[in-house]
């Protein structure tokens, strides 16, 4: 009986846990890591040579929508290619449990449009077979997966499972109603729910992720009071932590209530986002100044940062991320064919007109003026290609809008229009990742399928940030693994230790890029993405065995279902089995 059933030889080892690098040997047995140092008897063990490539612990990302894509890919690319190998799901405060029968088809129309997922898609790969949040949880642990997987408890479905849509929209909720969704997140917890999470964004300029119909989503609406008591079902409990998506238009009064929110709860809460803004560093600096100070007072108030270029590719035939502008918002809801009616409506021209002129500038984007015109449809419209919009306009004798509203339309929304990154200052960048309480991350895998993927932060913090000396590998190692993992509370995963699970990335440093952006049509409904690769990832090991070798699957499937739950006043993470 051989010792180890996979011996990793000679390779250049970071622990996860900051520790400086050193050259050596790991034994793999039933899935655990059970010795580190120098292997000699590797007898009837599989050996990988690992001489001069990095191993790690598999990168840890808390920020991803897979809900829906996990019914159909097992391995929740793009993620998987980039050495992911456990997620959270459930982000934002919206998923799919609970949710009563009647109410599924709402239920993906909402995330068609606040997360962009495609509706032929999800009625095509999913199979409803739960309504409850320990049904979900069940119905996950029996799909093959080929990546680990923890769900937050989405609070959006459960206001709306107890309280109905429009009357979590439209008013608070009884005492009764808030007793009875306080009941079922505890049971959502005691099932192994590993926190709760929650949008709650203006009613204005930062409310970029809306409802299908282009209101609020409930979550939005939630008042300061309820959001307490669910952190109260928390403090009870003594584990799980908060995915809290915060802004709106009051500044200060989002950090007060965010600070009183982790007061209440006790319990670690992730803040999103982060994000450099080139042309107003202010708005980082002031949330990393605060991020300190609340971790000074002892509250664990972590910030994950946004350390992927913003760059974007776009058609107007599905965009939804200008919803923040209410101009843009108008013209974005409803089919294409609707859409190509407002772009066309003076009325609506004349709005975007005057959303232009003044400065407005979509978050996720910029000034209008500066986006590009990456591809068009007609060979006519081939002279227009790389050029911004400012630009087109002058280039038709037009106002910018009319003459991209036109090009568009006349292209039946097909125009590909590429968003300009201006969040990656490389001074800037580099006072983001200095602060000691940045998780990089905000994937958003699974979501805006069509526009962004940013599943590939890892291997951009690796071969761009680290290459340039903004932050060491045994820095972005620890950001990557060990530091989400103990925000999640996990006890086990995120660094190389004796009797932890073999989550094991093993990578060429050298040779670790991303590839170009590409359209692949793999998604069920006949829909497609957009995506991006690498190239340099060698071995991907989850619970000991090899899901990806040079880039190229493998077929297993050794990922777990991740429940939260409690051992001896420890919060631990339960490998289901």
């Not at 590993?194 to 203006?202: K, T, V």
């Amino acid at each position: 009986m051989p010792r180890f059933d996979t011996v990793i030889k000679n390779g250049t080892i970071f622990d996860g846990a900051r520790a400086p690098r050193f050259t050596g040997d790991i034994g793999i047995k039933n899935g655990l890591i059970a010795e580190i140092g120098q292997i000699k008897d590797t007898a009837g063990a599989r050996v990988i040579d690992a001489k001069g490539l990095h191993v790690a612990p598999g990168f840890v990302d808390l920020h991803t929508h897979y809900d829906a894509q996990l019914l159909w890919d097992p391995y929740l690319t793009n993620s998987s290619w980039h050495g992911v190998t456990s997620v959270a799901i459930g982000n934002c405060g919206f998923g799919f449990a609970p949710v009563k029968p009647a109410e599924r088809e709402r239920a993906m129309l909402t995330m068609e449009r606040v997360e962009a997922i495609p509706m032929a898609t999800m009625k095509a790969g999913m199979q409803w077979n739960w309504e409850t949040f320990p049904e979900w949880l069940d119905n996950l642990e029996r799909k093959p997966k080929g990546i680990n997987v923890l769900s937050f408890v989405p609070i959006g479905p459960l206001m709306v499972y107890v309280m109905g849509l429009e009357e979590s929209k439209r008013r608070e909720p009884t005492k009764a109603e808030l007793a009875e969704m306080c009941r079922l997140l505890e049971l959502s917890l005691e099932a192994g729910g590993c926190g709760w999470s929650a949008q709650r964004l203006g009613d204005g300029f930062t409310s970029v992720q809306r409802d299908y119909d282009g209101t609020p989503m409930t979550t939005d609406l939630m008042s300061d009071e309820t959001t307490f008591a669910f952190a109260e079902v928390l403090r009870r409990r003594g584990e799980g932590f908060i995915q809290l998506t915060q802004a709106k238009a009051d500044f200060k009064a989002d950090l007060a209530f965010t600070e009183k929110l982790a007061e209440v709860a006790q319990r670690p809460i992730l803040f999103n986002a982060v994000v450099v803004n080139n042309r107003h560093p202010h708005q980082h600096r002031r949330l990393l100044d605060w991020g300190k100070r609340m971790q000074e007072k002892g509250l664990q108030i972590w910030l994950q940062g946004i350390t992927t270029a913003n760059d974007m590719r776009f058609t107007f035939e599905d965009f939804n991320l200008f919803d923040g502008d209410p101009a843009w918002l108008e013209v974005t809801l409803g089919t294409v064919e609707e859409r190509a009616v407002k772009m066309r409506n003076p009325a609506y021209i004349a709005a975007l007109r005057e959303s232009y002129d003044h400065g407005s500038a979509p978050l996720v984007s910029g000034p209008i003026a500066g986006l590009v015109i990456e591809r068009t449809v007609k060979p006519e419209n081939k002279k227009y290609e790389g050029v911004t919009v400012a630009d087109l306009g002058t280039m038709r004798g037009k106002h910018p809008i009319d003459a991209l509203m036109q090009l568009v339309t006349d292209e039946n929304l097909a125009t590909v229009i590429f968003i300009p990154q201006f969040n990656k200052d490389p001074d800037y960048m580099k006072e983001l990742l200095d602060s000691p309480y940045i998780i990089p991350g905000v994937s958003d895998g699974g979501a805006h399928t069509k526009f962004l993927s940013y599943g590939r932060y890892p291997t951009e913090l690796l071969s761009d940030e680290v290459r340039k000396g903004r932050i060491s590998y045994e820095e972005a190692h620890y950001r990557l693994a060990a530091m989400p993992a103990r925000c999640a509370g996990f006890i086990d995963r995120g660094t190389l230790a004796i009797g932890a699970p073999a989550d094991i990335v093993i990578y060429d440093k050298d040779r670790l890029s991303l590839t170009p952006s590409e359209v692949i049509r793999d998604l069920p409904g006949n829909e497609w993405r957009r995506v991006e690769k690498a190239v340099g990832y060698r071995h991907i090991l989850i619970n000991g065995v090899e899901t990806f070798t040079d880039g190229v699957c493998t077929g297993a499937v050794p990922g777990k279902l991740l429940r939260h739950g409690l051992t001896e006043g420890r919060s631990r993470l339960i490998a289901a089995q």
